[in-house]
């Protein structure tokens, strides 16, 4: 496995965990009132979304497209 690879595989568990935790604080207690207030969700839970989207997106690419 080349070192591209390997980075790859790291950016899309990486990507992965930034999703999963911008999941659970955009369902959690706050973020719902928030988001049911303000009808968007609060700065930090899109930032997580936005990086781990970003991240899995590279990742995937480096190891599904990369020679």
């Known amino acids: 496995m080349g070192n591209s690879r390997l980075i790859g595989v790291v950016l899309l568990v990486i990507g992965a965990v930034l999703l999963y935790f911008g999941y659970q604080s955009s369902q959690s207690l706050g973020g719902q009132i928030t988001e049911s207030l303000t009808g968007r969700f609060t700065d930090e839970t899109m ?21």
């Not at 930032?47 to 020679?67: D, E, N, P, T």
């Open 47 to 67: 930032w997580y979304l936005i990086a781990g989207a970003a991240a899995a997106c590279a990742g995937a690419f480096m190891v599904f497209f990369r020679k």
